[in-house]
C-alpha cells in the first residue's frame, strides 16, 4: 500500500485486495456491502442512497458518536463514469439530509472528484483511489487509509464466512 499524492490537491491511494475484482467492485457498488466500510475509523453510514449508473445519484451519510452526541455527516454527488468492474468515478459534495450542496467553506472544500480504478492482479485486485481537490496532506487523505483498511477487513470477514 502506499499513498503518494500526484499534485498538491489530490490524494492517491493504491492497494493491493486479496479478493477478486468484482467483488471489490460489489462493495463500491452495493449499498449493503458499502455500509460496512466505508468512512475513517469511528464513523459509521446510516444511509448510502447509491445508484450507480452513469447519471446516478448518490446520498451517503456518515456518523460519528462525539462527547456533544452524534455528528451527521452528508455528502451528495452524481456518477460520472460506471466500467463495470474496471473503473468507477464520481463527484462528491458536502450537503445536508436532503441531498442539498452546501457552499464550500473551512471544513468544505466545495466538489471533489474520486477516481477508483480496478485491476486483475492474478485473481487478487489492485486499487488506485484518486480523490481530487482535496489536499494530499489533508484529514481526507488519512481518511481513506482507515476506510480502505476497513474494506479489507469486511472483504476477509465475507472470504471467512463463506
Given at each position: 500500500m502506499s499513498d503518494s499524492p500526484v499534485s498538491e490537491n489530490a490524494v492517491i491511494v493504491e492497494r493491493i485486495f486479496d479478493a477478486p475484482v468484482d467483488v471489490i467492485w460489489q462493495m463500491w457498488t452495493q449499498a449493503e456491502h458499502f455500509k460496512h466500510w466505508y468512512g475513517p475509523q469511528g464513523f459509521t453510514v446510516p444511509v448510502a442512497d447509491i445508484d450507480v449508473r452513469e447519471g446516478g445519484k448518490r446520498l451517503v451519510c456518515l456518523n460519528?458518536?462525539?462527547?456533544?452526541?452524534?455528528?451527521?455527516?452528508?455528502?451528495?454527488?452524481?456518477?460520472?463514469?460506471?466500467?463495470?468492474?474496471q473503473r468507477l468515478v464520481y463527484t462528491e459534495n458536502m450537503a445536508d439530509a436532503e441531498g442539498n450542496i452546501l457552499p464550500p467553506g473551512d471544513m468544505n472544500p466545495g466538489e471533489t472528484v474520486i477516481t477508483v480504478q480496478l485491476e486483475d492482479i492474478d485473481g487478487r485486485t489492485k486499487l488506485t483511489l484518486t480523490h481530487a481537490g482535496i489536499p494530499a496532506g489533508s484529514p481526507g487523505a488519512s481518511g481513506w487509509e482507515q476506510a480502505l483498511a476497513k474494506l479489507a477487513e469486511h472483504v476477509k470477514t465475507l472470504r471467512d464466512d463463506s
Open positions: 460519528m458518536q462525539t462527547p456533544g452526541g452524534p455528528m451527521d455527516m452528508w455528502t451528495t454527488g452524481e456518477y460520472t463514469e460506471v466500467l463495470t468492474n
